[in-house]
């Protein structure tokens, strides 16, 4: 049964930093796709960075410039480094991931982690 852990969220004040991982176990992820998303209060899920088996990443315009993803292949780990937080960015941030990379919405990913949220005050 494969199953997705986020941790890392928390509290910050607009500018801070934090970093958000995503341990994926039940089985071996070889050619899988992960990415995160993430869910403001009283709005919809959105995209917000994924990466590809091969390493590719894609941002959304929100975040690109200030967040990075990346992944160790050896861990099953995916990241989320984010900087120059906004309080727009408060959210419940999710990971997700997908056998193949076939794209950036919610249906093209398999799993999906039960979150962790990520408050940023100004």
């Known amino acids: 049964q494969v199953q997705l852990v986020e941790s890392g969220g928390g509290l910050v004040q607009a500018g801070d930093s934090l970093r958000l991982s995503c341990a994926a176990s039940g089985r071996t992820f070889t050619g899988y796709a992960k990415a995160w998303f993430r869910q403001p209060p009283g709005k919809e899920r959105e995209f917000v960075a994924a990466?590809?088996?091969?390493?590719?990443?894609y941002y959304a315009d929100s975040v690109k410039g200030r967040f990075t993803i990346s992944r160790d292949y050896a861990k099953e780990l995916v990241y989320l480094q984010m900087n120059s937080l906004k309080p727009d960015d408060t959210a419940v941030y999710y990971c997700?991931?997908?056998?193949?990379?076939?794209?950036?919405?919610?249906?093209?990913?398999?799993?999906w982690g039960q979150g962790t949220q990520v408050t940023v005050s100004s």
């Open positions: 997700a991931m997908n056998r193949l990379f076939v794209g950036l919405g919610q249906n093209s990913y398999t799993y």
């Open positions: 990466i590809t088996w091969t390493g590719n990443t």
